[in-house]
């Protein structure tokens, strides 16, 4: 029984890493710079896949509403969406899935604010360690 067990998580990981490296972006660096919309939200788009979100750098004004439309490839490994930033208004805590998944918030204070998926597969890195984060920047 613990020989099948071992087994079924060895394949698991197999199954999930390997896939999954295929589609990792690769760090450019580039910033999204949100500007406010006609109905006075600043709107960003996230896009998640292997250890990644794109943009991973995101530029917002303080006290103007965000939406982010976050979302992720179709995979088998779980993903999710975090800031905890209670000082700046920003406490977001979302499982992710290939349906955009919209999150409002008003971010109160400047500073710069990490942003991550906090899974981690069994006795491997945590996906914010293999790189899936990124920060939200907020400006005047």
């Known amino acids: 029984?613990?020989?099948?067990?071992?087994?079924l998580v060895?394949?698991?990981?197999?199954?999930g890493y390997g896939p999954c490296r295929a589609d990792v972006a690769p760090p450019d660096g580039t910033a999204y710079r949100a500007t406010r919309a006609a109905d006075g939200v600043q709107h960003v788009r996230?896009?998640?896949?292997?250890?990644?979100?794109?943009p991973n750098r995101v530029i917002v004004k303080s006290n103007v509403p965000v939406e982010l439309t976050v979302s992720v490839g179709r995979?088998?490994?779980?993903?999710?969406?975090?800031?905890?930033?209670?000082?700046?208004?920003?406490?977001?805590?979302e499982s992710?899935?290939?349906q955009p998944r919209n999150i409002r918030f008003?971010?109160?204070a400047v500073g710069s604010y990490p942003f991550y998926c906090r899974n981690r597969?069994?006795?491997?890195?945590?996906?914010?360690?293999?790189?899936?984060?990124g920060v939200l920047?907020?400006?005047?």
Request: glycine share 10%.
């Open 46 to 54: 996230i896009e998640g896949g292997a250890y990644f979100f794109k």
């Open 75 to 93: 995979s088998v490994i779980p993903h999710t969406f975090v800031i905890q930033a209670p000082e700046a208004g920003i406490a977001v805590d």
């Open 121 to 133: 597969l069994l006795f491997l890195e945590s996906h914010r360690e293999k790189g899936m984060g």
């Open 10 to 15: 060895f394949c698991l990981g197999l199954a």
């Open 1 to 7: 029984m613990k020989a099948s067990v071992t087994f």
């Open 137 to 140: 920047e907020v400006v005047e």
């Open 106 to 108: 008003t971010p109160t």
């Open 96 to 98: 992710l899935s290939s």
